[in-house]
């Protein structure tokens, strides 16, 4: 597949839509997040907007890792780049075209959060309906940020149910009380969407 950056002709109008399932890995059960978004979006958008749908803050780097390319915020006085593509010079639609079914978003290069996307759908636009980002659906809520990666995560969940724990203080104390692992409010999610618009 050939890969354009993006230049002077870039596309305002998307040729198409990509209907995607956000799946955070290794986590039972599953967190997950459905988006549209148009073929136009940036894969520097794309990041913005899983950030928003999933519900991160958007505080650690990131990296999508797509057909043994990746892409993201290149910093050249870290030295740790190497062949790292600069994500907002790329558009979904370039990087993805017809031929891509799935790719990996990565956060947090410490906790490694790895996102597993899958391209479930590919969708003609509709100027009223879906040529914006948007999260059609999901399940379950977002780990805290910077508790430690999956097995952090699991360690919190018990500590937080288990009020005999003795972490459960110390834990409901950094979380700033009761944390529900099942709650994802679609509303909630497009509102933060919509605000990086």
């Known amino acids: 597949m050939v890969t354009r950056k993006i230049g002077t002709g870039r596309r305002t109008a ?12 290794d986590i039972e059960p599953a967190i997950w997040r459905r988006l549209w978004v148009p073929d136009t979006l940036t894969l520097a958008k794309l990041d913005r907007v899983i950030q928003a749908a999933m519900g991160w803050n958007n505080s650690h780097l990131h990296d999508f890792r797509i057909e043994g390319r990746r892409f993201g915020i290149r910093n050249d006085e870290w030295g740790l780049d190497g062949n790292l593509l ?16 799935e790719f990996e978003y990565i956060y947090d290069f410490g906790d490694d959060w790895r996102h597993l996307v899958k391209i479930e759908q590919v969708l003609q636009p509709q100027e009223d309906v879906n040529t914006w980002p948007m999260c059609l659906a999901g399940a379950n ?9 999956t097995p952090g995560y699991m360690d919190f969940l018990h500590a937080m149910r288990d009020t005999a724990h003795e972490e459960h203080g ?23 969407i919509r605000k990086l618009r």
Do not use: H, S, T
């Open 14 to 25: 998307p040729q198409r839509i990509y209907q995607l399932q956000v799946l955070l890995a």
């Open 170 to 192: 110390a834990m409901w104390l950094w979380w700033g009380g009761p944390f529900d692992p099942n709650g994802f409010d679609l509303n909630a999610a497009n509102l933060a």
């Open 86 to 101: 600069e994500d907002k010079r790329f558009q979904l639609g370039d990087v993805l075209g017809d031929e891509v079914q």
């Open 141 to 149: 809520a977002c780990p805290p940020e910077d508790v430690g990666g």
